[in-house]
């Protein structure tokens, strides 16, 4: 009886767990079992294993294979354990030696002719397994500059199950790969130069990247909201080594991450379609679950534009991450935990027909009607969403402007202004003005009387809730 075991990586969310592939050869017919709660993906990978191994022209033993997945309470999803099992069926089998996979971390997908082929989620497979005190990791060629991204990591990257055997009986140099931490790369493409006029807008723009505010931008159509929120992202700060490994492991699960040179500090963006469901707005699948709009924009901006046209369920959905910072997608079996930190920036028409009364066309529409579509922005979400501007018209003498500020300018400030608050919140585990909560501003920064009382006027009116009040 022989008996061999590997250590690879189980993702929940972008969550790691490390777990043990346990292989057994007993006597009986030649038949493959696995246990430890797979899925089909997993269960399938004995063929591709099987036929990967004797591919390479290696030894399959023909023998009785238990395969045992530890934990098995912990549900296993993908294709990211076939480079492990392999291993593992080769080291009961004496193919290669066991003692060199004892502090051996391995994932990595299997294609029939023995090539390691890129999966999913390899760098908070890589972080998950150097949190456990695993640093040699083995991942495929394809994803190594992405985990080599995790500092204190020992990344080997292969391209096939021969050459990782070679490397396992000493037979070939290890093939490493070198450390690569974020890279400083600029935020380019449309600038802060390009928006005529609005000098409120701007200004307003300035002190939602200095104090990480959500925003909300109405006006008639052609007025220049969706231009100046995709501006947005370049006024933020660089991320730092661990938000831009935050954002990095987001994108990985989700397999958006472009593996080239290493970790963006750039803020993400992005900006769903208005026809986007609740799952994809939040995160969520059949299977494994993955993260959505909310998640993959975390450290930077969400832009929901034209906001009216999105359904209802899914902009109420993110009341809950907006509020948290992060989004719980609950399953059967699992709860998933995506990380959600953004800047929500909101653009709207003032109707269905987008005429604002005495503006340019006259409005078709009825009065119910534009009630109707603004009161799809329900006020629970409005009431997060800290300052809000009607954007008005840009006269001619605006558009005849020639010395707009650019972006690289206006950052300039919110940097300095990011330094001060981080300096305030030093003792916190606040970033941003809009993280810190209302009964702490009472407590420790106390408004002037006078404006106070014109807040308080506002929430006896009804025109603002409590939660309102401490936003403004």
Request: charged residues 20%.
């Amino acid at each position: 009886m022989s008996l061999a075991r590997v250590r690879s990586i189980a993702l929940v969310g972008v969550t790691g767990h490390v777990i043990d592939v346990e292989v057994d050869l007993s006597q009986g017919l030649p038949t493959v079992v696995m246990v430890g709660l797979p899925d089909a993906a997993v269960s399938q990978a004995r063929d591709r294993v099987r036929a990967a191994v004797t591919n390479s022209g290696l030894s399959w033993p023909g023998q009785r294979i238990t395969v045992n997945l530890s934990p098995a309470s912990l549900p296993k999803h993908g294709s990211g354990f076939d480079l492990a099992l392999a291993c593992s069926v080769l080291a009961a089998f004496g193919v290669i030696p066991r003692a060199g996979l004892d502090r051996l971390v391995v994932v990595g997908e299997l294609g029939l002719d023995g090539a390691v082929r890129a999966i999913r989620g390899v760098l908070p497979a890589v972080l998950a397994a150097v949190s456990a005190g695993f640093r040699r990791v083995v991942v495929p060629a394809a994803n190594g500059n992405e985990a080599a991204a995790v500092p204190s990591a020992q990344v080997w990257g292969v391209a096939s199950l021969r050459q990782l055997v070679a490397v396992l009986r000493d037979e070939e140099p290890v093939p490493s790969v070198a450390h690569a931490p974020p890279l400083d790369d600029a935020a380019g493409g449309q600038d802060m130069s390009d928006v005529r006029g609005h000098a409120t807008a701007r200004r307003l723009m300035e002190v939602a990247a200095a104090g990480g505010h959500h925003v909300l931008l109405h006006g008639a159509p052609g007025v220049g909201k969706s231009m100046l929120a995709e501006r947005l992202p370049g006024l933020l700060p660089p991320l730092d080594d661990e938000a831009a490994l935050e954002v990095a492991a987001v994108h990985s699960v989700a397999g958006v991450l472009a593996d080239v040179c290493g970790i963006s500090r750039r803020p993400p963006f992005r900006a769903p379609h208005h026809s986007a469901s609740v799952p994809a707005m939040v995160g969520g699948g059949s299977g494994q679950v993955r993260p959505g709009a909310v998640s993959l924009a975390h450290r930077g901006v969400l832009l929901l534009d034209e906001a009216p046209e999105f359904k209802p369920q899914a902009l109420d959905a993110l009341r809950q991450p907006l509020e948290t910072g992060v989004i719980a997608v609950a399953r059967a079996r699992s709860m998933c935990i995506f990380p959600a930190r953004v800047q929500l920036v909101l653009t709207a028409n003032p109707c269905p027909c987008g005429q604002a009364v005495g503006k340019g066309v006259g409005c078709s529409c009825t009065p119910m009607q534009r009630r109707r579509y603004l009161q799809r922005l329900s006020g629970p979400l409005l009431d997060r969403v800290d300052l809000r501007y009607e954007m008005p018209s840009v006269t001619v003498a605006e558009l005849a402007e020639t010395t707009a500020e650019t972006t690289a300018v206006v950052a300039a400030r919110v940097l300095e202004a990011r330094h001060r608050a981080a300096h305030r919140l030093r003792a916190t585990s606040w970033r941003t003005n809009a993280e810190v909560p209302g009964s702490t501003l009472r407590r420790r920064w106390p408004m002037d009387p006078a404006i106070r009382g014109r807040l308080d006027l506002a929430v006896a009116r009804g025109a603002l809730s409590l939660r309102g009040a401490d936003r403004v």
